[in-house]
């Protein structure tokens, strides 16, 4: 069973302009949220995180939106360029074990491209 | 300096060989993990090391060995390979792996391909 999703496998933007990338996630434990970017035979590249505490967090061109109560978050970016053009996971965390121990769950991936 | 560094950056390798992968990281993280990633899919977890001892095993087969020598070195022993083990192994590392401090650095990964 898919926790994190991420119900877009595509995207196309023009450039210049917004880029939203949504993921959605079941797990109710889950109280840290990370956005990672990846180019081809690359590895991921941390873009962006958020705690359960906060329903917005703010990076330059990138910011990622929290809905507890809907269990969903939201990556933009503002304003896309064609280097922007990756796959962008959502991940999310909780604690594993009783020693705070913990792992990443990731979805699918969303295939983002920024044309000129 | 937030780069981790993974040897060799290719792998090919016959089902009775015996390898190993390398990794490195000189943030003075003190967790790092292995994953496996096949094409469109995302990174699989294989192994966490916290603090030099292992913490979390996915359940991987025996074939897959780490090993964590000391806090900055990280390796993944491979032996009797089949196949469907060919992937990109990506090593990452976080400062910590608790609350906060968990943003992880990825490698560039190896490709390794088991003929």
């Known amino acids: 069973d898919q926790q994190v999703k991420q119900n877009s496998p595509s995207l196309s933007v023009q450039e210049g302009r917004i880029s939203i990338l949504n993921c959605d996630y079941t797990?109710?434990?889950?109280?840290?949220f990370l956005w990672y970017k990846k180019y081809p035979a690359e590895g991921p590249t941390f873009l962006i995180s958020?705690?359960?505490i906060k329903d917005k967090n703010e990076d330059g061109r990138f910011t990622v939106f929290l809905n507890k109560s809907a269990k969903h978050l939201s990556l933009h970016i503002v304003p896309s360029q064609p280097g922007d053009s990756a796959v962008y996971f959502c991940a999310a965390s909780s604690s594993y074990d009783a020693g705070n121990n913990r792992k990443l769950i990731w979805g699918l991936g969303t295939s983002l491209a920024v044309n000129p | 300096d937030t780069e981790v560094t993974q040897t060799p950056k290719h792998l090919v390798m016959g089902m009775t060989n015996k390898k190993s992968l390398k990794c490195e990281q000189h943030m003075g993280h003190r967790a790092m993990y292995w994953y496996k990633q096949k094409a469109k899919k995302p990174p699989e977890l294989m192994f966490v090391y916290s603090y030099e001892k292992l913490s979390i095993n996915e359940s991987v087969p025996s074939r897959f060995s780490p090993e964590c020598p000391n806090s900055s070195l990280l390796n993944l022993h491979l032996h009797a390979l089949q196949p469907e083990d060919s992937a990109l192994y990506l090593c990452?590392?976080?400062?910590?792996?608790?609350?906060?401090?968990?943003?992880?650095?990825f490698g560039p990964g190896t490709r390794l391909t088991v003929t």
């Open positions: 797990n109710s434990m889950f109280d840290y």
């Open positions: 990452a590392s976080s400062q910590e792996q608790g609350f906060l401090s968990y943003e992880q650095y």
């Open positions: 958020i705690s359960s």
